[in-house]
């Protein structure tokens, strides 16, 4: 009988960790907001954005008709970075591997891709695979943005939510404005529904 007790709460131990390992792994959970950040919410996604680094929500009077929601971080008058998510960007988009691709193509001419893979993201299970895109590219100096020449350092992350509506999300900036550990909580906050 000892034997027996002693099994029993290890038994029950275990059976509530595989419980909470198995809930944290499948499930509609919301993403992690880093300390210091905000959260742009649309009606397929929500993304976090360094509130703490100067970034802020762009009113959706002055924003382009593409952007369902957008924060910027401007200096001195001059957008050094952005944070953007477009809805429905493209047709014909049933998955993660075409949304990329769609949204890869609005990347511009002259960009340097780094790396692309793929990443699950938090919420509805049938809608967290997406594909994460790393790139660098010139600023043009037009419309607000750093003067012609300026590195940039990109990152978008597209896929599909669960009503089969495309999303890109988008992150740019002065490049090393954002560590890499700043890039990776960015892809991390995304919440797909």
């Excluded at 300390?35 to 924003?63: C, F, H, I, M």
């Excluded at 043009?140 to 599909?160: D, I, L, W």
């Excluded at 495309?166 to 490049?175: C, L, T, Y």
């Amino acid at each position: 009988m000892t034997l027996t007790k002693s099994r029993t709460p290890g038994t029950a131990v275990a059976a509530a960790l595989a419980l909470t390992l198995l809930s944290g792994c499948g499930g509609t959970g919301t993403a992690a907001v880093p300390d210091g950040w905000g959260t742009l919410d649309t009606r397929s996604v929500s993304v976090s954005y360094p509130k703490n680094q100067g970034y802020a929500p762009q009113p959706a009077a002055e924003r382009s008709k593409a952007n369902a929601a957008v924060a910027l971080k401007e200096e001195k008058g001059v957008r050094t970075g952005m944070v953007s998510v477009q809805l429905d960007f493209a047709t014909g988009v049933g998955d993660a591997g075409e949304a990329a691709a769609a949204a890869g193509a609005g990347i511009g001419i002259g960009a340097t891709r780094k790396d692309t893979r793929d990443v699950r993201l938090a919420g509805e299970e049938s809608a967290r695979e997406a594909r994460r895109i790393d790139y660098e590219f010139t600023s043009t100096g037009e419309e607000s943005t750093p003067a012609e020449g300026t590195r940039m350092t990109g990152v978008v992350v597209a896929g599909v939510d669960s009503q089969d509506v495309p999303f890109a999300i988008r992150i740019n900036a002065v490049k090393d404005a954002l560590s890499a550990a700043d890039l990776d909580s960015f892809v991390a906050s995304i919440t797909v529904k």
